[in-house]
């Protein structure tokens, strides 16, 4: 069965320490798709990045990097920098394959973990 | 181009009654995927529809249902309201391109509908 991880529930930080949010997820699917998501209190899920299974390639965007490490399917996040409009929870999401053949993935996430960025 | 849309944004209800919650998908985009969320069970897949045809179902009762329509448009509806079924519906769009049957593109959400049921 799909499980994701995410061991953190809160993290609180003081604006421009680093932080990481871990993630750790199990699946039986060679072919998957990890996400990771940012809701702030509005409440809408905003898209951060998306990594497909076939690609351990990390990724920097400006203060985000991202580091995907399939032998220990792990895909953790970090926030350089932290700035007091990072605070949000972040959810870390599995996709996977559509089983139907047709139509999108259904995504599997995390519980979350609040991040609360101190000025 | 505008975001995923979900109207309305607040409602509340009794319990018994039933409720209609719609979502209007990116422009282009023919999957919609609605997803529920609460504090004590988090954020749990319900269902997703592509050329107005349910294609995949979480792990939910029947009281829960959806259709999409021909512009890709879709309605949940929760009959029999119960008290647990108080939280945050979203609904998420993607792209399955013309001539394509599958896509694993990203799944893009609304703001939600924060349905309370007293």
């Known amino acids: 069965a799909q499980k994701v991880t995410q061991a953190q529930t809160e993290i609180s930080v003081v604006e421009k320490e680093d932080v990481t949010l871990d993630c750790v997820y199990e699946?039986?699917?060679?072919?998957?798709?990890l996400f990771w998501y940012k809701q702030p209190p509005s409440g809408e899920l905003v898209f951060l990045i998306r990594?497909?299974?076939?690609?351990?390639q990390n990724e920097i965007s400006g203060r985000y990097s991202w580091n995907f490490q399939k032998s220990t399917s792990s895909f953790n996040f970090t926030i350089t920098a932290s700035q007091v409009v990072d605070s949000a929870v972040y959810f870390c999401a599995l996709g996977d394959p559509p089983y139907s053949g047709a139509g999108s993935y259904q995504l599997t996430f995390g519980k979350g973990t609040k991040l609360s960025v101190i000025p | 181009k505008a975001g995923v849309t979900q109207t309305p944004r607040y409602l509340i209800k009794t319990r018994g009654q039933q409720v209609t919650l719609s979502c209007s998908p990116i422009s282009g985009h023919r999957s919609v995927s609605w997803y529920q969320q609460t504090p004590g069970q988090g954020l749990q897949f319900l269902f997703e529809?592509?050329?107005?045809?349910?294609?995949n179902k979480g792990n939910f009762p029947g009281r829960f249902s959806g259709r999409q329509f021909s512009n890709s448009r879709s309605e949940m509806n929760v009959s029999t309201l119960e008290l647990g079924d108080s939280a945050l519906y979203l609904c998420?769009?993607?792209?399955?391109?013309?001539?394509?049957?599958?896509?694993?593109?990203?799944?893009?959400f609304g703001p939600g509908t924060r349905l309370t049921v007293l």
């Open positions: 699946t039986r699917d060679t072919t998957y798709y």
């Open positions: 990594r497909n299974s076939f690609d351990e």
């Open positions: 998420a769009s993607s792209l399955v391109p013309s001539g394509s049957p599958s896509s694993t593109d990203t799944q893009y």
């Open positions: 529809y592509f050329s107005e045809t349910q294609r």
